[in-house]
């Protein structure tokens, strides 16, 4: 019956609505039912488990220097490269742990003001466009005179000023696995975190390249001290989820052109 009563154009308008509502309904139950499972439960950690088994970690590969023949010292009691007779205990091997002291304090401020101005104008002579004006006024008396179509004059201006104060602080410790030992002897270390007060989870993530020799004493290195350092701080759980929008605004922000 609606093939029969129903341009094809309506039809397809039709089906295609019928379609999208689907497809958002389905998206919204999902939604939904896993809201409502997570209802009265604390948000879950992630379990122990090897960094290097991760699927988002990757091994690291850096530039590395010509290799160097090992010197012996035949009856000496110091070890090329050692910075004690006794044994080092801070982290050297793959396994081992280290301790990593975040203490970023990041400002800066920026002041930009742009001013711009532009005008020109044009205009012709009267007995320019004399002849030929007489003319086309003869077949066409309501068409304006020819000098004042090519005569303009226009002007622009521009203005704009922009401010940026950011003033950040962080201050961490946390405890990194060493996942790696590059071949001029720095490590790669991977260190994870995570904490849950009540129903947020909040997780600390770390990751660089380090040296050995910048390893205090008592096993701890600062964070300006690691090389390609990556640094996370975030969370999950009810206050994230209120902070973030809903599943159906962040579909409208996407979909919607303005």
Avoid at 65 to 82: E, H
Avoid at 115 to 142: I, Y
Avoid at 164 to 176: F, K, N, Y
């Amino acid at each position: 019956m609606m093939s029969r009563f129903c341009p094809r154009p309506f039809r397809r308008i039709v089906f295609a609505g019928v379609f999208f509502a689907g497809v958002f309904a389905s998206v919204l139950t999902q939604a939904g039912c896993a809201g409502l499972a997570r209802v009265g439960e604390t948000p879950p950690l992630s379990p122990i488990q090897d960094p290097t088994t991760r699927k988002d970690y990757r091994k690291v590969e850096m530039p590395m220097p010509a290799p160097q023949k090992l010197q012996r010292n035949p009856n000496s009691l110091w070890r090329s490269g050692s910075r004690a007779f006794f044994k080092d205990l801070r982290a050297t091997r793959v396994g081992d742990i280290v301790t990593v002291l975040i203490d970023v304090q990041d400002s800066a401020e920026l002041n930009n003001a742009t001013q711009r101005t532009r005008s020109s104008s044009k205009e012709t002579e009267n007995g320019a466009l004399g002849a030929l004006d007489s003319t086309v006024r003869t077949f066409f008396p309501l068409v304006p005179p020819l000098n004042d179509l090519f005569d303009g004059a226009s002007q622009s201006a521009t203005q704009g000023s922009g401010t940026i104060s950011r003033d950040e602080r962080i201050t961490m410790r946390v405890a990194a696995v060493v996942t790696q030992t590059l071949p001029n002897g720095n490590l790669v270390v991977y260190g994870r975190q995570e904490l849950r007060v009540n129903f947020e989870v909040r997780v600390l993530h770390v990751a660089g390249v380090l040296r050995p020799q910048d390893i205090a004493n008592n096993n701890t290195i600062a964070f300006d001290q690691i090389a390609e350092a990556r640094v996370a701080y975030g969370g999950r759980g009810t206050l994230s989820n209120l902070q973030q929008p809903k599943i159906g605004t962040q579909i409208a922000d996407v979909l919607l052109p303005f």
